[in-house]
């Protein structure tokens, strides 16, 4: 199974970072225009409840608050009422905490996703046959028929959705290898090593990582010596800054200029490393140049790969309301469908030089039109 910007991109997520009072320029991802063939399902109503549960807070500055700003597109685009439930990391409450909320009655579509809630959907949503059940970045289980812990109606009210995170990470890849390449990037002493920090070590986070050692082949440099991985891991890999923090130090001390977190709001200790060792980062899932509030921080962001989960959300949404949207099955979107990249935001453009942006321009051209196969963890 895979996991699914172009560069310069507007609409719905640009719409979001409005929502949140963002006011420099910056190009991010939109919904994807091009819809699947519609399929049967529960009928749409004219104004849905929608409500969003997140194995998680809000607060992440990534993951989970790209997905709040799809509720807040459906809300203020489509007049949808919408509800967020915040189950926190403690992995106990995920599984009943996702059953109280689809057995309650304030919601038409309930919203949820990640790796660790496609087990708990797959057996949920069925028992619900009414209801519609919108996913995200996690494995339904759409073939099996009976049994426990699988889906009796093969979850035929379900829609999931993919995000191809291997190729926006390309072209995170391909701009961070060019920059050091070319010794563009200042203050970091021609270093060309590169650290990457994982949650968790799992194909989901690994696809990102294979993406991007793809993308600073591309640009020259050795992914096998240029590139250092490691691991949050632990009891609370998505949620410990200071062990993010910890990691990158050691990766810059290591002799790398650029260390990117791919772990929720673990990666938030990577930008405070960044500060301290006068070098550089890299954000994730959401444009992380707007989200973080300390301005040196800040200055140390080159890009984020973007997963608009909240554009995917609304995406959804609107599918639904037009009768388009696949129940049923799981839809991957990539660069081609503009759903993932690369932020070109101020920062990026200040930082990384008109060639290499050029070239990072082509790269997303060169993927929509199959000259570029970027490789993934995932089948």
Known sequence: MRQKITVWLTTAIAASMILTSCSAATSTVAPATTAPAATAAPSAAKKLRVKLVINGTLGDKSFFDSASLGMDIIKKELGYDTKIVELSYDRNKWEPGLEDAAASDDYDALVAGSLDMGDYMS????????????????????????????????????????????????????????????????????????????????????????????????????????????????????????????????????????????????GMG?????????????????????TVSDPKQKTTIITSMLKNVGAGIARAAKMDASGTLKYGTAEYLGVAEDAVGLANNENYQKLVSAEVQAKVAQAVKDIKDGKIKVDTTLK
């Open 123 to 266: 057996k949920i949503a069925p028992k619900y046959p009414n209801k519609k059940f919108w996913f995200f970045e996690g494995d339904i289980d759409f073939a099996s028929k009976l049994g426990a812990g699988s889906c009796t109606n093969k979850c035929s009210n379900v829609y999931s959705m993919y995000f191809k995170q291997n190729e926006g990470s390309y072209l995170v890849g391909l701009a961070t290898g060019l920059s050091l390449k070319a010794k563009a990037l200042k203050g970091i002493d021609n270093k060309t090593k590169v650290g990457g920090i994982g949650g968790m070590d799992i194909p989901g986070i690994n696809d990102f990582f294979v993406g991007f050692k793809q993308g600073l082949k591309d640009a020259g440099l050795n992914p096998d010596t240029d590139i250092i991985i490691q691991y949050v891991g632990g009891d609370n890999p998505w949620n410990n800054p200071a062990k993010g923090k910890e990691i990158a130090k050691s990766m810059y001390q290591q002799g790398a200029g650029v260390v990117w977190g791919v772990a929720g709001g673990s």
């Open 270 to 290: 990577v930008f405070e490393a960044a500060v301290e060792a006068n070098a550089y980062s890299i954000g994730v899932d959401s444009d992380q140049y707007f």
